[in-house]
């Protein structure tokens, strides 16, 4: 398997402009999840999926903050219009059912925000 | 409250000797608990999970952890550190009940190993 494939790697983009991170979870997971991680705050969730329906989106900080999952091979994380602030590195995560299996990383997107 | 706390934000060690990374947890209930690692502008990689079996857990590239439900700890060690083990590790616990809503991290303990 080829795990939990995120892209882009990198992405550097302008304040006000829309980002789109993507994510393909390990085939046969029912669990997506996205993190952020920054040096000041660590890893936080922002939202998690279960069998492609949203269940908690209390970790989005924003309205500018939008995640989808149309099917159970593909999420959306989408940023519009972007900040400086909102540079950190993305992760998304899969995991077969309860989290008690652990989840796996994908390598994530470093998004910058100039 | 529910928390995962890593006790030390460094850790130091000189190669060939032995590592030690602390965690402790709160929680309401049984938790399972992980250790993730981190390389530079990598992605986590689990180490070892904790579910309740065995409380002695070993994971790869030699690392252990023993579950102490009297001490609320699950601390990270290896007896011979190696240069390649710099990394940052992540205490996590699902201390939710076991709903699959996410797991809490701990700050992270960076591991530096000195030659």
């Known amino acids: 398997d080829a795990g939990v494939i995120q892209s882009p790697r990198h992405e550097v983009t302008e304040m006000g402009q829309e980002v789109t991170l993507r994510c393909k979870p390990i085939?046969?997971?029912?669990?997506l999840f996205w993190y952020r991680q920054t040096m000041m705050r660590g890893l936080e969730l922002l939202i998690y999926?279960?069998?492609?329906?949203?269940?908690?989106d209390s970790g989005m900080p924003e309205d500018r903050f939008s995640a989808k999952m149309p099917n159970a091979s593909f999420s959306t994380l989408k940023i519009q219009p972007s900040e400086p602030r909102d540079s950190a590195v993305y992760f998304c995560?899969?995991?077969?059912?309860?989290?008690?299996?652990?989840?796996?990383f994908g390598s994530g997107t470093r998004l910058t925000v100039v | 409250a529910q928390s995962v706390t890593q006790l030390d934000s460094h850790v130091s060690v000189s190669e060939g000797t032995p590592v030690l990374l602390r965690c402790n947890y709160s929680?309401?209930?049984?938790?399972?608990l992980f250790w993730y690692v981190q390389h530079p502008n990598k992605g986590l990689q689990l180490l070892l999970k904790?579910?309740?079996?065995?409380?002695l857990v070993k994971g790869i590239n030699g690392f252990e952890a023993e579950f102490k439900k009297s001490e609320t700890s699950f601390h990270l060690t290896k007896p011979s550190a190696h240069m390649s083990d710099a990394a940052e590790y992540f205490c996590?616990?699902?201390?939710?009940?076991?709903?699959?809503?996410?797991?809490?991290f701990g700050k992270g303990t960076h591991l530096i190993i000195q030659p």
């Open positions: 999926f279960n069998n492609n329906v949203p269940i908690d």
């Open positions: 929680s309401s209930y049984s938790p399972s």
């Open positions: 995560a899969s995991s077969q059912g309860r989290s008690v299996y652990g989840y796996t």
């Open positions: 996590v616990a699902d201390i939710s009940g076991g709903g699959a809503d996410g797991l809490t």
């Open positions: 904790y579910t309740s079996a065995a409380t």
């Open positions: 085939s046969g997971h029912n669990s």
